[in-house]
């Protein structure tokens, strides 16, 4: 049986992206909910990591965009990581 190129890809994907336990962001759900709620509320989870991690999310979708935690557009990061 041969390995299609998405599976490969995802296989890679896999070596460097490691899964997050919900026990290290679920304090923040209520906050990250109240934050993006009326926006997207399927988005908590990623509002949630970010504050877990006190960090910015990499985004293109404007859902995130004014919800009291920086975010950075694809075009932002290329620059950043090409300096």
Not at 5 to 28: C, H, R, T
């Amino acid at each position: 049986m041969s390995i299609s190129p998405f599976s490969k890809e995802i296989l890679q994907l896999q070596e460097v992206v490691n899964p997050i336990s919900e026990e290290l962001y679920i304090q923040y759900k209520n906050e990250a909910q109240r934050r993006i709620n009326a926006r997207d509320p399927n988005d908590w989870e990623v509002v949630a990591l970010a504050m877990s991690f006190d960090c910015p999310i990499w985004t293109e979708d404007k859902d995130f965009f004014g919800i009291g935690i920086a975010t950075w557009n694809s075009q932002n990061v290329e620059i950043y990581l090409s300096s």
